[in-house]
């Protein structure tokens, strides 16, 4: 009966109540982690009974949510990395999900006559490197082009020390191949850009790279005429058109 529960609190002072409370917990937390207790005073977000982490006025599964929103947002906000896009531009960290499918475009202002990754003996260079390093880093490669002047590859990497290792193994490895540089012998540097890595999502998103990079092979091949592309391609951050 509400009667018999006495008059309403008004809610100026219901809010002043909960402030309290929260601080409450934040203070019986940190004494209690420092006392090496568990705290019991209810979370201070979701009002439950839950005990709250040590330290925080909140319990673990609040913590928990909190730090895979920030995971998910990172994730959509940082994709790509490198290409044309980041010249001129301080060198970060390269995003990285060993959960999905990443975008790798390897590209040369000098591959060219009989330094073009078409070329015979350049042709089979490169796929028996790429196939080689990527089952030594444990790097899947769902599918590649190899055209006269770039690389596009679309793969997923088992973790990120082993996609480094490939991105550094197999970028050098035929660079020095083609070249034919030697100690006392260089001949300038081969890629153009610093290496092209995108993010894909499962689903339309990596049907959409598979598809441009059969075009970008068929194209290479002359089965296909070339198709002026509208807006620029995925290898410089955007998506196909």
């Not at 531009?89 to 790798?104: D, E, M, S, W």
Request: glycine letters at 10%; proline letters at 4%; hydrophobic letters at 30%.
């Amino acid at each position: 009966d509400r009667c018999a529960q006495g008059p309403r609190r008004p809610r100026g002072l219901r809010a002043q109540e909960r402030r309290l409370r929260s601080f409450l917990a934040v203070a019986i937390g940190v004494a209690s982690d420092r006392s090496g207790r568990s705290s019991t005073v209810g979370c201070g977000q979701c009002h439950s009974q839950r005990p709250c982490v040590g330290g925080r006025s909140a319990c673990q599964a609040c913590m928990q949510s909190r730090q895979m929103k920030f995971r998910i947002g990172e994730l959509k906000t940082v994709k790509t990395h490198g290409g044309e896009s980041a010249r001129g531009k301080r060198k970060g960290p390269r995003p990285f999900c060993r959960k999905r499918a990443i975008h790798l475009v390897l590209r040369s202002h000098r591959a060219g006559g009989r330094w073009s990754l078409r070329a015979p003996r350049n042709f089979e260079i490169v796929n028996h490197l790429l196939t080689r390093y990527a089952r030594r880093f444990g790097v899947n490669i769902y599918k590649k082009a190899v055209v006269f002047n770039h690389i596009q590859l679309a793969l997923r990497a088992s973790s990120r020390r082993g996609f480094q290792n490939f991105l550094r193994a197999a970028s050098g490895r035929i660079a020095y191949e083609i070249t034919g540089c030697s100690k006392g012998k260089s001949t300038g540097r081969f890629w153009q850009y610093l290496a092209f890595t995108r993010i894909t999502e499962w689903g339309r998103d990596f049907k959409r790279l598979l598809g441009y990079i059969t075009m970008n092979e068929r194209e290479a091949t002359g089965a296909i005429l070339y198709q002026t592309r509208k807006r620029r391609a995925p290898a410089e951050g955007q998506r196909p058109p």
